[in-house]
Each structure stands twice: as structure tokens, then as C-alpha cells.
């Protein structure tokens, strides 16, 4: 699915990714943790293609392709998606309209045609549900005047419409109370398949509960540092990322 | 990231599709102004005594005033008006009654223009929905479905037509909302103007389709003063529409129009223009002046008037329509986009004067500017004494993109009735990369990714155009941005 080796990216002449190693087989959901600037969000952006990171060693395959020399909508296109940390608001601009935009670009690149009109917003409707989303939420321009938990939810609607091969939710379960955490949970384990990966990058175990993972690594100062099962979440939760920084340290010196 | 240079780069070759120059056989007067150019023009048009006088009063007034320069937030070269020649038209006069009349040069125009005569002809006796009137250069060419319209006693028909064929109309109104002492543009448009569209809906009737005009300027060297009359008598609406380019040349040219709307009891007029006149080429050579003066009278009580606007186009833009708020009740809306770009400079709003009772106004204004262009809203609110209850809101938000682009907000409000309410907001943001990198998350590439966030960011004006309108607008939008960040 996704082949990353040796990654070394920078942001405005900081290196921040130092040489990150990452494999994610088809139907593998890979959590990344760590504490706050490690470089979690770094690695999401770097992969989706933001423009600001700059890839300066290293190398990134993506269904076969090497994915640093695509442009972040062909990535998109390509199968990745990303749930926004932060998501962005498009004031005047509708969910759905955005929505069909998106897609209709990326049959555009399979040599599709642009999606029937009834039949997207009988996917619309249908996707909805999976995260118990609004049905006003999605006439509503995007992201504008939505709850923290809404913006969420809205993220992995659009992931179900667009139905990636990779989605990668950076922190998609930070802010949220513990329902809607597990409606957003339930919506990504009802889009787990044998065919699509997942990489949850998250700061608390929690979310691990209701989204259990393959692996689980540890990024730490732009490298991942540890790899472990499901539990390393837990132990990670018990004793904090200080005997995981010390180790570090240590392996540094 | 280099594809959005070439985005950039392809755009700007690309962007203006008007700037053709139609090899139309034409007359010009001689370039300069004087009484005596005054003269010839209302000669050529064959007018009557009273309209001379006009003219003449208009030009002599004009030679008294002086050049505004100062004020608005515009900086550009003088105009020499001796170097202009103020009068041209197409030497062969199409018919009104049969196109095959109708120069063939012409006839492909509009069909550049997208507004094929043709196709509006055979669209009579369908349920068609708009009438054409179209002035290239000076003078009004064609007026469509003036029979379909005269059923109702609806007057559509260019203004010299009007002169002729209804001089109680025109000397009734004409003047009475943009008197020629009102400005040193409207003086000299009151003195030279050579054409326009003239359009009155008589008592209790609504007017059944979309009037439009649609105005060209052709030749070099010339300049374009064309007047638009609108009267919307007791309980009648009328919706009318003015679109408008010209070809690229790297000459500035004079666009210096009136227009004027009298709106009577319970008369409502909805106004919607796209101006698109050539902006110049990117580093500023050529393009547009656009010095206009429109202004509305609600005159009588339970009146509307509604100014929408789409300015993407033009070197320099210097125009505030307005409206008089003299009725009770009466209510005056302005919704407006304006976009600059490279190095265009646009200084426009509106001006709403409240005088009546329950007089309510609405401002919507929102500013794009891009390039290294400077964008002001400059914007008069005005309640005076005897104005009870007055109410206006105004919004004007301005969108910046890039760091090379200037946006500047200049509202002045003055009440004199302490029962006014007047609410002003006003934002400025610039448009994100965070928004671009979001889109292109989600496979739209960023050219379409500007023409959606523009678009959203002017919703709320494109959602007052009448629909065909509006999808010129949004592609335009589009075109006149596309390449502008990064
Ligand atoms: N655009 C940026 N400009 C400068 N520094 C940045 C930028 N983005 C991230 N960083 C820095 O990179 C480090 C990693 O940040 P981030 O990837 O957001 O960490 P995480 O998501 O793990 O909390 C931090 O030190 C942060 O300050
Ligand atoms: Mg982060």
C-alpha cells in the first residue's frame, strides 16, 4: 500500500522528519503516537503533499508510485486522504457541492464520467448515516460554524465518499466527547476492508479501544522509535512517553 | 510549486477572451472636444432643438469644472480629452426589422459575445427571456422584442430612438437623478453622450422578461458615453441587465456612462450589471477608464431599487450607484463584487441617502483584490433629519490574494435622525493556502479550487443575478483570478 523509507522532510529550513520508516500493508490500520511535536501532523502533511514541507532524503511509495513527485491532487486522486486535524472552513461554499467537486475530479482522472446526480445523493444519504451525520450539515457550507465533534464527523464523511485506498486521521478523535468518539470510530471500523489501510495518528490510547490497530508505533523526534502490538497503546498510557524519550536519548548517545 | 506559475502563466495570456476588434466599416467624428463636436453629434442624430440645448448647456457647465483627481483612492495619468474623438458608429444601420441588414462583422460580435441575435430571434413567440438592446461604440444597433414588449406598453429602444419617439418621457426624466451639474463626468457624458437604452414600464405592469443591453466599445481612440434611462411607473418592476467589453488595446480609453432610475410608488427596478471591460495587460498598459455615475430615485412610497454588480473588469473603476431614498418605506439594496487584479485599481460602492420614513437600505459589498492590484469600497450612509425610522446594514468584507494587493474600506456615515440605525461590518481576510492545500486534499486541483472559494465568498451577491447571469459571472470570477495566489 504505502512504502516509506528513510524520510527526512523539513518545514521553512527545519528538518523535522529525520529519517522515518513506515510499511503499511493492504487492510492495515498502523497507529502512530507520540507526545505533542514529534512530528505527527508533519508526517501527515508531508504524505498528503502540503507545499510547505519539503522532502529532502528518502522515499515514499504509494500503490506503486513514487508519491513524492505527484501534486497532493493527484495523491488525492491516487486513493490517499487525509482527516484534518484542524479542518478548513469554505464559507459559501456547500458540503455538497464541494463534495461532487471532489469527486467528479477524481473520475475525471480514472477517465470516468461525472457522477449521475441521483445517484450521489443516494451515496450522500447513504453515507451520512455512518457517522450519523445531520442530512442539514450537508447542505451547510463547508466546515463554516460546525462543532469541534461536527468537523470530525464531517471528515470521515467525506472519506466515505471518496472511498481512498489510504485514509490517514491525524488526531480525528481530539476534542471529541466520548459519543461522538465512538461514532467516528464506528464510522472508519465500517470503512475497514481488505483492500484499504488506515494510519491513525492520535495522542491518547482511547480512541485505540474502538479502532484497534495491527501495530502500533511511537514517533519521537521525527524518527519512529518504538513498534509494538495493540498494547504498546496501553503501556504508553500507563507510563507516559518519558521512558520512551529517555530510550531515545540513550540509543542517540 | 511550479504548476501554479504556469497556471499563472497560461492564465494571463488566456484571460481576457473579448479583446478581439471587429473589422466593422465605421464614422468617426474628429478627435478633440469643442461646441462644435458638440454639435455635429446632435446633428448625426438628427435631434430636436431642446436636446442641443442640453448638450450645450452640459459642455459649457463642464468647461467650468475640474478634473476630480484627488480623492478617490486612484492614481493614473491625465485623461487628455482633446485626444478622444467622441463619436463613432457603425456606418452601415442595421434595420431594426430584418437581420439580414444587419452588418455581418456585427453579427459575428455577438456571437463572440456569446449573445447571438440570431438565436434571441428565434426565441420570439417561445418563451423567451431576455430582450437585447446593444450598443457598439456609440450607437444602439439593435433592439430585440420591441414588439413582444409594446404589446404591455413597455418602451425598450435606444436612447436617441427615445428622443424622437418619446421627447415628453425623456425630458421629464432625463436628468432628474444625475443632473448634468452633478459631477465633471456626468457633465461631460450630459454633453457628448451618443447613444444608450431607454426603458419605461408603464402603470401596475411587470415587466415579462429580462431587459438587457449590452455595450462594446470597437474602435481606437475613441471614447464611450453612453446613457441608460429606467423608469418604473406606479406598481411596475422591471429586472434589467447590462454586460459590457471591449477589445484589447494598449491605449487607455474613456468609458464615462449615466445611468439614472426612477422608481414611483410601490415601482421596483432590479439592476444587475457584469462589467468586463479590457483591464489592461498585466503590467498596466491599456485597459478601461470606467468613470460612471449611476444613481436611483425611489420617488415613490413602498419603492425598491437594487444595484448588483460584478466589476471584474476595467484599467480603473471609479463608480458608486446610489439611491434616493425619497418615499416612505421605500428600500434600496447594493450587492457587489469587485475584483482587481495585476495592476487594476477599482474605487466603487454606493451611497444610500435616506430621506423618507421606514426607509431601509442594504449594503453587500465584497472586494477580491489580487496581483499587485489596489481595491477600495468607499461608501456613504446617510440619514437626514425627518428620516424616522431609517435602517441600514452594511457588510463589506474584502478578500486579499497574495501580499502585493491593497484593500481599503472607506465608509462614511452621517445621521442627522436620531431614530437611525445604522450596522456596519467589516472583514478582511485573505485567501488561505490552508483552504488550496484542503481542496487539493480532496483531488480539486487548485485552479478549480479558487473559482470555488471565490465563488462561496460572493455567494451571497451571485445569488441576486438572474440565473443566466450568474453563470457568467462565477466563470468570469474564476478567469479574472485564476493563477493569483502562490
Ligand atoms: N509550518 C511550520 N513552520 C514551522 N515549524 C513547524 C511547522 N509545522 C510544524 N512545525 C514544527 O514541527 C514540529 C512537529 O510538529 P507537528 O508535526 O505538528 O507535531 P505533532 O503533530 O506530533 O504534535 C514542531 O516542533 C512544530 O513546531
Ligand atoms: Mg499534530
Keep these: ?253 | 510549486m511550479a504548476d501554479k506559475n504556469e497556471i499563472l502563466e497560461e492564465h494571463i495570456s488566456s484571460e481576457y477572451k473579448y479583446g478581439f476588434v471587429t473589422d466593422i466599416d465605421t464614422e468617426f467624428a474628429p478627435k478633440g472636444l469643442n461646441e462644435d463636436i458638440v454639435r455635429f453629434i446632435s446633428k448625426k442624430k438628427n435631434e430636436p432643438e431642446w436636446m442641443l440645448e442640453y448638450r450645450l448647456k452640459a459642455f459649457r457647465h463642464w468647461l467650468t469644472m475640474e478634473e476630480p483627481k484627488h480623492w478617490a483612492h486612484l492614481d493614473y495619468p491625465a485623461v487628455n480629452f482633446q485626444d478622444i474623438s467622441y463619436y463613432a458608429a457603425p456606418k452601415k444601420k442595421p434595420t431594426v426589422n430584418s437581420m439580414d441588414e444587419v452588418d455581418p462583422e456585427l453579427v459575428k460580435t455577438f456571437e463572440k459575445l456569446g449573445i447571438s441575435l440570431e438565436e434571441q430571434k428565434r426565441l420570439v413567440g417561445m418563451e423567451s427571456k431576455i430582450a437585447v438592446d446593444a450598443v457598439i461604440d456609440s450607437v444602439s444597433v439593435k433592439t430585440t422584442f420591441k414588439e413582444v414588449l409594446a404589446e404591455k406598453g413597455i418602451i425598450f429602444c435606444s436612447f436617441s430612438e427615445a428622443v424622437h419617439e418619446h421627447p415628453e418621457l425623456i425630458r421629464q426624466y432625463m436628468g432628474s437623478v444625475v443632473p448634468y451639474t452633478d459631477n465633471y463626468y456626468a457633465a461631460l457624458n450630459s454633453a457628448v453622450f451618443s447613444d444608450g437604452s431607454f426603458c419605461y414600464i408603464p402603470k401596475g405592469v411587470r415587466c415579462p422578461m429580462e431587459l438587457s443591453t449590452y455595450f462594446r466599445i470597437n474602435s481606437s481612440g475613441t471614447g464611450q458615453f453612453e446613457r441608460t434611462l429606467i423608469v418604473a411607473d406606479e406598481g411596475a418592476y422591471v429586472s434589467y441587465l447590462e454586460g459590457c467589453t471591449a477589445p484589447q488595446r494598449d491605449e487607455n480609453q474613456l468609458h464615462a456612462a449615466v445611468v439614472e432610475i426612477v422608481a414611483q410608488k410601490d415601482g421596483e427596478v432590479k439592476y444587475s450589471t457584469v462589467q468586463n471591460w479590457y483591464p489592461g495587460d498585466k503590467n498596466g498598459k491599456g485597459g478601461i477608464y470606467n468613470f460612471v455615475t449611476k444613481r436611483g430615485i425611489c420617488a415613490g412610497s413602498n419603492s425598491k431599487i437594487s444595484w448588483t454588480q460584478v466589476e471584474t473588469g476595467s484599467a480603473i473603476t471609479w463608480k458608486y450607484p446610489s439611491v434616493i431614498l425619497k418615499g416612505d418605506n421605500s428600500i434600496g439594496e447594493f450587492y457587489s463584487v469587485a475584483v482587481t487584479n495585476n495592476m487594476q485599481q477599482a474605487d466603487t460602492g454606493t451611497k444610500m441617502l435616506h430621506i423618507g420614513r421606514n426607509t431601509k437600505s442594504t449594503i453587500i459589498s465584497k472586494g477580491i483584490s489580487a496581483g499587485k492590484s489596489n481595491n477600495s469600497y468607499r461608501g456613504l450612509v446617510r440619514i437626514s433629519k425627518g428620516a424616522k425610522n431609517a435602517r441600514n446594514f452594511s457588510q463589506c468584507d474584502s478578500l486579499l490574494m497574495g501580499d502585493k494587493c491593497g484593500a481599503h474600506t472607506f465608509p462614511y456615515i452621517e445621521i442627522h435622525d436620531k431614530s437611525g440605525v445604522v450596522e456596519h461590518e467589516a472583514t478582511t481576510s485573505k485567501i488561505g493556502e490552508d483552504q488550496i492545500f484542503y481542496c487539493n486534499q480532496r483531488g480539486i486541483d487548485t485552479e478549480k479550487a479558487i473559482g470555488l472559494i471565490v465563488n462561496g465568498y460572493c455567494k451571497e451577491v451571485l445569488n441576486q443575478l438572474p440565473m443566466e447571469f450568474a453563470v457568467e459571472a462565477q466563470k468570469l470570477l474564476a478567469v479574472s483570478l485564476e493563477g493569483s495566489v502562490g
Design chain 1, 1 to 253: 500500500m504505502i512504502s516509506i523509507k528513510n524520510l527526512h522532510a523539513s518545514v521553512e529550513g527545519k528538518e523535522i522528519l529525520k529519517g522515518l520508516n513506515l510499511e503499511v500493508k493492504p487492510g492495515e490500520v498502523h497507529a502512530i503516537m507520540g507526545p505533542n511535536g514529534s512530528g505527527k501532523s508533519t508526517l501527515a502533511s508531508v504524505l498528503a503533499g502540503r507545499e510547505d514541507y519539503e522532502v529532502t532524503e528518502g522515499e515514499v511509495t504509494f500503490n506503486g508510485k513514487n508519491l513524492i513527485e505527484l501534486s497532493a491532487e493527484d495523491r488525492a486522486r491516487e486513493g490517499l486522504f487525509l482527516a484534518f486535524q484542524y479542518p478548513i472552513e469554505i464559507p459559501g461554499v456547500s458540503n455538497i457541492n464541494f463534495l461532487k467537486t471532489a469527486i467528479n475530479e477524481i473520475r475525471e482522472y480514472k477517465g470516468l464520467d461525472p457522477i449521475d446526480p441521483k445517484q450521489f445523493l443516494a451515496l450522500v444519504k447513504e453515507k451520512q448515516k455512518l457517522v450519523e451525520l445531520d442530512g442539514k450539515l450537508a447542505n451547510r457550507s463547508v466546515n463554516e460554524g460546525f462543532s469541534g465533534g461536527e468537523k470530525k464527523r464531517n471528515e470521515i464523511f467525506q472519506m466515505a465518499m471518496l472511498e481512498p485506498t489510504l485514509g490517514i486521521l491525524d488526531e480525528t478523535d481530539s476534542g471529541l466527547d466520548i459519543d461522538a468518539l465512538r461514532i467516528v470510530a464506528n464510522g472508519v471500523n465500517k470503512l475497514r476492508s481488505p483492500e484499504r489501510s488506515f494510519i491513525v495518528v492520535t495522542h491518547y490510547q482511547r480512541l485505540l479501544d474502538y479502532i484497534v490497530p495491527d501495530y502500533v508505533h511511537v514517533l519521537y523526534n521525527g524518527r519512529i522509535v518504538k513498534t509494538g502490538p495493540k498494547e504498546l497503546a496501553l503501556e504508553l498510557e500507563e507510563k507516559g512517553y518519558d521512558w520512551i524519550k529517555s530510550d531515545a536519548q540513550n540509543a542517540a548517545v
